[in-house]
């Protein structure tokens, strides 16, 4: 379990140093597709190779990388569009109310239960997440919405699909390579929205080196992490002790970058978020 947890904190940490980055680049720049792409120039031979030596092959396992390559390509799609019709304070929240949909669907498919505190917490927490999207200001809801749900679906698919598949990947580089082969099928999903809608395979601009650098050690990384998590953990408790992230990204903007417009409720939102996963932390088992 601290093991696991140890993990957690690792990703939350790397994922809202790239997230908090990203804030500072050219939106036409797309800096995810830049990440995506030094995340595979720098450790994909290495990760890949080390996930056809090392995985334990079934028909299992294929299908999860089939299944969690097109989740995770949808996801991003989907998570651009919504950010097309709403800022990131809007529909990121939302697409991070995953964990409700990942209970389900464990309960559903795997009898996996939670007990009564564990889907108290998680219920607060998304509450909490709700209550962050609420507070966030312009953009057109009515249209983003339906796309940061349909982003919070992909999460909970994918997530049970590596929840699936770290059965089969015995060390943290195999699992690197499993996800490197959904960031391959991301990163050409990428492409080909980026060549439909601009007439370009690469975005017009490149972030500065650093930027783009920290994406490519960060993005696959804190994934990657994650699905160590789920060795040990539900499915629906790694992603949902993540959301952390969330509240430390809110907490920097308000005291590092001085955005405290609609600071109560983004408090308020925090606290409520804070409040969740202690509950499933403590009590949920």
Same mark, same amino acid.
């Given at each position: 379990m601290q093991a696991a947890l140890l993990a957690i904190g690792g990703s !939350?940490?790397?994922?809202?140093?790239?997230?908090?980055?990203?804030?500072?680049?050219?939106?036409?720049?797309?800096?995810?597709?830049w990440g995506l792409l030094a995340h595979l120039v720098i450790f994909g031979p290495?990760?890949?190779?080390?996930? $056809?030596?090392?995985?334990?092959?079934t028909p !299992?396992?294929?299908?999860?990388?089939?299944?969690?390559?097109?989740?995770?390509?949808?996801?991003?799609?989907?998570?651009?569009? $919504?950010?097309?019709?709403?800022? !990131?304070?809007?529909?990121?929240?939302v697409a991070r109310s995953s964990p409700l949909l990942i209970a389900l669907w464990s309960l559903w498919l795997f009898d996996e239960r939670l007990g009564i505190w564990g889907w108290l917490g998680m219920s607060v927490s998304i509450a909490?997440?709700?209550?962050?999207?609420?507070?966030?200001?312009?953009?057109?809801?009515a249209h983003a919405l339906p796309w940061a749900l349909l982003a919070a679906l992909c999460t909970s698919i994918y997530s049970l699909s590596d929840k699936t598949a770290v059965a089969y990947l015995p060390g943290f580089a195999s699992q690197m390579g499993f996800v490197s082969v959904g960031y391959l099928t991301s990163f050409i999903g990428l492409s080909l929205h980026q060549r439909s809608r601009h007439g370009s395979w690469r975005p017009p601009c490149?972030?500065?080196?650093?930027?783009?650098?920290?994406g490519g050690l960060f993005v696959g990384t804190a994934y990657a992490l994650v699905i160590n998590a789920m060795q040990t953990l539900p499915a629906t408790y790694a992603v949902a002790y993540t959301n952390a992230?969330?509240?430390? +990204? +809110?907490?920097?903007?308000?005291?590092?970058f001085g955005e405290r417009q609609a600071w109560r409720p983004r408090l308020l939102a925090m606290t409520t978020i804070c409040c969740g996963l202690l509950v499933m932390g403590l009590f949920g088992g």
């Open positions: !939350v940490l790397m994922h809202v140093t790239w997230n908090l980055l990203a804030r500072h680049v050219d939106r036409r720049c797309n800096y995810l597709w290495w990760a890949l190779w080390s996930l $056809a030596r090392d995985a334990h092959w !299992v396992l294929g299908i999860t990388l089939v299944v969690t390559a097109l989740a995770n390509t949808l996801y991003f799609l989907a998570l651009r569009r $919504a950010y097309h019709f709403a800022p !990131v304070a809007l529909v990121y929240p909490g997440l709700w209550l962050m999207g609420r507070s966030a200001r312009g953009g057109d809801t490149r972030p500065a080196n650093g930027y783009w650098l920290v992230g969330i509240v430390l +990204a +809110a907490l920097l903007s308000m005291t590092l």
